[in-house]
């Protein structure tokens, strides 16, 4: 049987359980389905100094176990199912009402009703409908797919250099990459670390001019062009770093405390081609309320393009996402009660 809700909401992350807060506080009927464990990337960060109420810092299990039990409190009900595909009834749960995007940042035109619950969600397990969706899908940090590297997550790799910087005072790091990114997060991990050692593949940097002559002059920072890593080294915490000379074939290691990838992300976003297909496995474009091209489907976190991928950001997106979303129910739920 069909299961109803007010919301659903995809992905249970930060951004996810704040969605969850708010519109269980509303006494909207609520569902969030996560895959996995509960709280995305930040489940697997061991120290958090920069989310505000926490001047000791706070490991990432804390933090999302807390923000579970809040949104319970509200009423929130969660599933652990992966959702395979998500549709627009255009039926409108067979009052004949046809659903019709009409751009981002528009209000839904009279003939969508989501009062009709007329979003689809399926899992492998069940199909559920709801008035309202919220994506929080997340981007998960493209890999290396190097030995090691899995082994020494949070206790040397990292893949954010905002959060994880400050624990590299005094340090030498690898920062791996060659685009804007790698560039920024290097010039940022260099207030705290000793010396940061930049490799990348190729021959030349694919950053901005301004941030390659940032790095190129700071004297923290030294370059290695045509750097293949190969192995990140370390039994509790990184000790080194194999590279290879991409000309040479000749291999070497680089002693350091840490190594910061960032070579790209890759959003989740491959089963919404259906709903998006100019976006197709890449980030989802939302208006000021994060509501996406879609009327009703909005879109919170690192999934959203022009996020800043940082804890306090997600839960602020989710925070606008559930309160539009109440608005968006109620506004046409409204507008049915007087046809």
């Given at each position: 049987?069909e ?15 704040s ?13 969030v ?26 490991d990432?299990?804390?933090?999302i176990?807390?923000?579970e ?8 009900e ?9 549709a627009?009834?255009e ?7 046809r ?15 989501p ?16 008035r309202?969706l ?15 590297e ?10 954010c250099?905002?959060c994880?910087g400050?624990?590299?005072r ?9 685009g804007?990114?790698?560039c920024k ?7 705290f670390?000793e010396?940061?050692?930049?490799v990348?593949r190729?021959g ?12 190129q002059k700071h ?8 750097t293949?890593?190969e192995?990140?080294?370390g039994?509790?915490r ?5 590279v290879?000379?991409?000309?040479s ?7 350091c ?9 890759e ?9 998006f297909?100019n ?18 489907i909005?879109?919170i976190?690192?999934?959203?393009k ?6 306090a ?9 559930a309160?539009?979303a ?14």
């Open positions: 049987m299961q109803h809700f007010d919301i659903i909401i995809v992905g249970g992350g930060p951004a996810s359980l969605a969850a807060i708010y519109a269980g506080r509303a006494e909207l009927k609520t569902l389905f996560e895959r996995m464990a509960l709280g995305g990337q930040v489940a697997g960060t061991w120290q958090i100094d920069n989310y505000p109420g926490f001047p000791e810092g706070i990432g299990p804390e933090l176990r807390r923000m039990a809040h949104a319970r409190r509200f009423g929130t969660f599933r652990n199912e992966e959702v395979t595909r998500i627009l009834d039926t409108g749960g067979g009052t004949g009402i659903l019709r995007p009409d751009g981002i940042g528009k209000a839904a035109s009279a003939e969508f009703l009062a009709c619950r007329n979003i689809v969600v399926a899992t492998r397990e069940s199909v559920y409908r709801s309202t919220i994506l929080a899908t997340g981007a998960d940090p493209r890999k290396l797919h190097v030995p090691g899995e082994e020494l997550r949070g206790r040397g790799v990292s893949y250099g905002t994880d400050p624990f590299f005094k340090k030498h790091v690898v920062v791996v990459g060659g804007d990114s790698a997060e290097a010039l940022f991990i260099s207030r670390a010396h940061i050692t930049i990348l190729s030349e940097f694919r950053a901005e001019k301004i941030y390659q002559t940032e790095v004297p923290g920072i030294s370059v290695q062009f045509n293949v890593v192995r990140i080294n039994k509790e990184v000790a080194s770093v194999s290879r000379d991409a000309k074939g000749q291999t070497r290691e680089i002693p405390d840490g190594v910061f990838i960032f070579i790209g992300h959003p989740n976003t491959g089963f919404l081609c259906n709903l297909p976006q197709c496995m890449g980030e989802i474009e939302t208006d000021l309320n994060m509501m996406s091209s879609v009327p009703g909005f879109v976190g690192d999934v959203r022009h996020s800043y991928r940082q804890i950001t997600a839960v602020g997106e989710g925070a606008t996402a309160i539009a109440e608005h968006f129910i109620a506004e046409h739920a409204a507008g049915k009660n007087t046809q």
